[in-house]
């Protein structure tokens, strides 16, 4: 049970009232993490810029939603993996093996692989990672660009995760189970 409320469009406070509509017009529905944040309207358009920016950078959408598996794994956050899950395997983008190669930190990719072993690194160390990280990542072939969209990337899904965990959002997806305990 969420530990606090999870207002619909019409019980949101005003001003996220057009946020939580443009998520329902993006994606035809309005997920509990958006309804959660939605508690806060500079939460919510802070995440939803963030998001929007990021998606019109130099990393693809699918490395981003690898990046996103990775990161729910190393914090714990079944709300994320299972939004995750759901939304790559809806679209028939990963396979049930590249998945749980994602959640591992890894990919059967290996220019991915090295991104998401740099995600896993990034958010199992806080950020602090080593010079040979950020070249094993450059000799990948990850741009200056890149690599600082990685980064934003995993803070961008250590955001949603600890919103997920911190107030116990329910899951209103099918339910994938992160390995570490919550």
């Known amino acids: 049970m969420a530990r606090i409320p999870t207002p619909s469009l019409e019980e949101a406070p005003a001003r996220s009232r057009p946020l939580l509509a443009e998520v329902d017009q993006r994606l035809g529905a309005i997920p509990n993490f958006y309804r959660v944040v939605s508690n806060s309207p500079a939460a919510l358009e802070a995440v939803l810029g963030f998001q929007a920016t990021l998606q019109g950078g130099a990393l693809d959408g699918l490395i981003t939603e690898r990046i996103a598996i990775t990161v729910a794994e190393v914090n714990g956050c079944d709300y994320c993996l299972s ?12 396979d049930d093996a590249e998945i749980t190669a994602n959640r591992n ?9 090295a991104a998401l072993r740099f ?6 160390e806080r950020g602090h990672v080593t010079e040979r990280d950020v070249d094993d990542v450059k000799r990948a072939g990850y741009s200056d660009a890149e690599i600082v969209e ?9 955001f949603t995760n600890f919103i997920n965990e911190a107030l116990k959002t329910e899951i209103d997806f099918p339910k994938v189970g992160t390995r570490r305990p919550t």
């Not at 990685?150 to 250590?158: K, P």
């Open 83 to 94: 939004a995750q899950t759901y939304r790559t395997r809806k679209a028939g983008v990963l």
């Open 119 to 124: 995600a896993k690194k990034l958010a199992r």
């Open 105 to 113: 930190g890894a990919s059967n990719d290996i220019t991915v692989d």
């Open 150 to 158: 990685i980064v934003a990337h995993v803070a961008l899904n250590v």
